[in-house]
């Protein structure tokens, strides 16, 4: 091996040797200089310089508004590799433009946190560059804060809206890109549906028909890249429920019957009572799609809740078994065994449906908050936003409180 080693060095040297001789005949003398005017080698190829790599914004700590997108752009070359992560190691989504110099993030930035930046980057001759670097979001001074109805793992029944409420108001200006991140997936089924702002601070979903029964509903909270009004920065939550049986209950106000089924089939006819006629109106029961808004074993009904001091004839202060919510204004469905007598023949009562403590017990095992009770029969109707009040609008009526175009 060390033999054959030496054969080669010398043929190289020789083949040196030869290419330098003839390299004597084209006009070049051992004083000439084979560099050109420019001073540059004609044997030598220009240097490409490296691609230069910078990130936007950067060198800011505590500075960076959530909804600013981080862009790295590759200067002389193209972009190899861009990764994002925040500190808890959680990629952040982006995408390249078509030309492979600019890298931009997709997904909202989170507040107080940090972001490191690794991109990489080749030039035309295909020498590779390196970029590190790290920003950090600004620690929002207020955040509103969303509520929202149904919880997490809620079972509700086919009427219930979706209630978002905020502990700070919403601006005018801002009300279309929270609903833009208030995103609602329904499953198996998708629906279509629509928010509607109630207020300054709250904002409700419901579909364009009664959810489906038996379906998975996720509302992605999104805000926390949002800033809702000046200084206040929103939130993100997720929230996951289902949709139970369909559930829809008829109250005949007339004939003094409440009619209950069940995903289409007939359960049960219970004889009620419902509001009286006299003083002056005040206790009709109001017409209306109603929503069940909870459900109480026990409640002390008392009527200066309503505004009737005991210095009024119709002061009532009564507990009452099974109650099940259906306005602000205090209807319920809820057992009256005072009442007994009038059931299903006369209305007696202060506004609220009432029935023996055996219906009322098994209307309470049977029911569930979202559960739709629709009452016919009085010249008396539910005024808008009196409890989950979201089914006696058309659709379109319902969309004029949204804040996008439809």
Not at 249 to 258: E, N, P, R, Y
Request: proline share 6%; with cysteine.
């Amino acid at each position: 091996m060390e033999n054959s080693t030496r054969v080669q060095v010398r043929r190289r040297t020789l083949v040196a040797t030869v290419l330098a001789g003839v390299a004597l005949p084209f006009g070049l003398t051992a004083c000439q200089s084979d560099r050109g005017a420019s001073g540059t080698s004609s044997s030598e190829a220009p240097s490409t310089p490296p691609a230069t790599i910078t990130v936007s914004p950067a060198g800011t700590t505590g500075e960076v508004r959530p909804d600013t997108p981080i862009t790295v752009t590759a200067a002389g070359g193209t972009l190899t590799d861009v990764v994002v992560t925040a500190g808890d190691g959680t990629p952040l989504a982006g995408a390249l433009d078509p030309a492979g110099t600019t890298w931009t993030s997709t997904a909202a930035l989170a507040p107080a946190t940090t972001y490191a930046v690794h991109a990489a980057a080749t030039n035309a001759a295909g020498t590779a560059s390196n970029h590190d670097a790290s920003l950090t979001t600004l620690t929002p001074a207020e955040t509103a804060f969303p509520a929202v109805a149904p919880l997490t793992g809620s079972e509700v029944g086919v009427g219930m809206p979706i209630v978002v409420t905020f502990d700070s108001p919403i601006a005018d200006d801002k009300r279309a890109v929270v609903e833009q991140r208030l995103v609602v997936t329904a499953s198996p089924t998708p629906v279509t549906g629509s928010w509607s702002w109630q207020s300054d601070s709250v904002v409700q979903f419901r579909p364009e028909q009664y959810w489906p029964a038996h379906t998975q509903v996720h509302l992605d909270v999104d805000l926390g890249a949002v800033e809702v009004s000046p200084g206040v920065w929103g939130k993100t939550r997720d929230i996951d429920f289902t949709v139970g049986s369909a559930t829809i209950s008829t109250v005949d106000i007339a004939a003094h019957t409440l009619t209950v089924t069940r995903d289409g089939q007939v359960l049960r006819t219970i004889p009620v009572t419902t509001g009286q006629s006299g003083s002056g109106g005040r206790f009709v029961t109001r017409s209306g799609t109603k929503v069940i808004m909870s459900l109480e074993e026990s409640r002390e009904m008392n009527s200066e809740t309503t505004g009737i001091g005991q210095d009024d004839p119709d002061y009532y202060n009564v507990d009452v078994q099974y109650a099940m919510r259906l306005t602000n204004s205090g209807e319920f469905l809820h057992a009256a065994p005072w009442s007994v007598s009038s059931q299903g023949r006369a209305n007696v009562s202060h506004g609220c449906t009432g029935m023996s403590t055996a219906d009322a017990q098994w209307m309470f095992q049977n029911s569930k908050v979202g559960d739709v009770v629709t009452y016919t029969g009085s010249d008396r109707v539910i005024e808008p936003g009196n409890g989950f009040n979201v089914w006696n609008e058309t659709y379109e009526q319902w969309r004029r409180g949204s804040a996008l175009p439809a």
